[in-house]
């Protein structure tokens, strides 16, 4: 039986009627039937958290799923390798992929609906439309990957269409996607509510991501070097550094000590605008992003 923080939108109702409903994911792979479903719950007074991923889960999605079952009374996932925030250089074709390993560790969470869409499903012939969130997707991410942004908001605002979430759960090693969901969000008045959580790291502090399978245990230790570099940043900060230019070079030098890796951004921008800064004031967002032989890794850290 799962807890709920937000509550049902129906006093109540008894969700004994559910437990059985609840235990047994169901897998669904048609957009149509997806809104159907959801829209039956919404009429019941249901709320509905959903967690969009590209799969190849690890404990940062499972976290977002087990906050997710706190938030509301049906849990939806959705697994898709969305082809349009991958460059054509990217790693699109080899991105990481456990469908089975995926299913298990859901149905151990008690998600209600996974929703796994394929390519013709979710961009059918003659598909012509897009969402662009302006100024805030050219910088940092978007400046190395020009065409990203339009891809990520794109599919998240079909997703939301489709899966009609009261809630959705990101995480913060993404916070410039964050940003920009946001924006879109209240752009485009989506009735959605956004919650972010916390980065899930390692043992070593590297940020968990599906891309940490490309590499051995070796590689793994080396690309803590990214974290050790923002925490680098962080104490230089709280002991009054204020100069960006410094502390961009102290994170530099840092991560440089590591073989095998090659710098593609590091960034200090203002929380919320993502304006860049030259002196820190108040909060700020550190951001990095580097390839660790050859596989591109980004982490951030607010401060």
């Given at each position: 039986?799962?807890?709920?923080?937000?509550?049902?939108?129906?006093?109540?109702?008894?969700?004994?009627?559910?437990?059985?409903?609840?235990?047994?994911?169901?897998?669904?792979?048609?957009?149509?039937?997806?809104?159907?479903?959801?829209?039956?719950?919404?009429?019941?007074?249901?709320?509905?958290?959903?967690?969009?991923?590209?799969g190849?889960?690890?404990?940062?999605?499972?976290?977002?799923?087990?906050?997710?079952?706190?938030?509301?009374?049906?849990?939806?996932?959705?697994?898709?390798?969305?082809?349009?925030?991958f460059?054509?250089?990217?790693?699109?074709?080899?991105?990481?992929?456990?469908?089975?390993?995926?299913k298990?560790?859901?149905?151990?969470?008690?998600?209600?609906?996974?929703?796994?869409?394929?390519?013709?499903?979710?961009?059918?012939?003659?598909?012509?439309?897009?969402?662009?969130?302006?100024?805030?997707?050219?910088?940092?991410?978007?400046?190395?990957?020009?065409?990203?942004?339009?891809?990520?908001?794109?599919?998240?605002a079909?997703?939301?269409?489709?899966?009609?979430?009261?809630?959705?759960?990101?995480?913060?090693?993404?916070?410039?996607?964050?940003?920009?969901?946001?924006?879109?969000?209240?752009?485009?008045?989506?009735?959605?509510?956004?919650?972010v959580?916390?980065?899930?790291?390692?043992?070593?502090?590297?940020?968990?991501s599906?891309?940490?399978?490309?590499?051995?245990?070796?590689?793994?230790?080396?690309?803590?070097?990214?974290?050790?570099?923002l925490?680098?940043?962080?104490?230089?900060i709280?002991?009054?550094?204020?100069?960006?230019?410094?502390?961009?070079?102290?994170?530099?030098?840092?991560?440089?000590?590591?073989?095998?890796?090659?710098?593609?951004?590091?960034?200090?921008?203002?929380?919320?605008?993502?304006?860049?800064?030259?002196?820190?004031?108040?909060?700020?967002?550190?951001?990095?992003?580097?390839?660790?032989d050859?596989?591109?890794l980004?982490?951030?850290?607010?401060?």
């Amino acid at each position: 039986m799962k807890p709920t923080e937000i509550g049902s939108r129906q006093a109540g109702y008894d969700r004994r009627d559910f437990q059985s409903y609840q235990k047994n994911m169901k897998t669904i792979s048609k957009t149509a039937k997806m809104q159907s479903t959801v829209l039956d719950a919404k009429r019941r007074g249901r709320m509905i958290a959903f967690v969009p991923t590209m799969g190849a889960l690890h404990e940062g999605h499972l976290s977002l799923v087990r906050k997710a079952n706190k938030l509301a009374d049906i849990v939806v996932v959705s697994i898709f390798v969305n082809p349009t925030q991958f460059g054509q250089s990217e790693d699109l074709s080899k991105y990481p992929q456990s469908l089975d390993e995926d299913k298990r560790c859901l149905r151990k969470l008690d998600v209600d609906y996974l929703f796994l869409p394929d390519e013709a499903e979710m961009y059918p012939d003659g598909y012509v439309t897009y969402v662009e969130a302006g100024k805030i997707t050219s910088i940092l991410e978007g400046a190395s990957r020009p065409t990203h942004f339009r891809g990520v908001t794109t599919i998240v605002a079909k997703l939301f269409n489709i899966v009609q979430p009261d809630v959705a759960l990101f995480g913060q090693k993404d916070a410039q996607q964050a940003l920009v969901l946001r924006r879109m969000v209240k752009d485009l008045n989506i009735p959605v509510k956004l919650i972010v959580a916390p980065t899930v790291r390692e043992k070593s502090g590297l940020a968990m991501s599906s891309r940490n399978r490309y590499f051995d245990g070796e590689q793994l230790n080396r690309a803590a070097c990214i974290f050790q570099g923002l925490k680098e940043a962080r104490k230089l900060i709280r002991s009054g550094e204020a100069d960006c230019g410094k502390i961009v070079a102290a994170i530099r030098k840092k991560i440089r000590q590591t073989k095998g890796t090659e710098i593609d951004y590091i960034s200090i921008n203002d929380t919320e605008t993502l304006d860049p800064i030259k002196r820190v004031s108040g909060k700020v967002l550190i951001s990095v992003a580097v390839r660790l032989d050859g596989v591109r890794l980004i982490d951030n850290i607010i401060v």
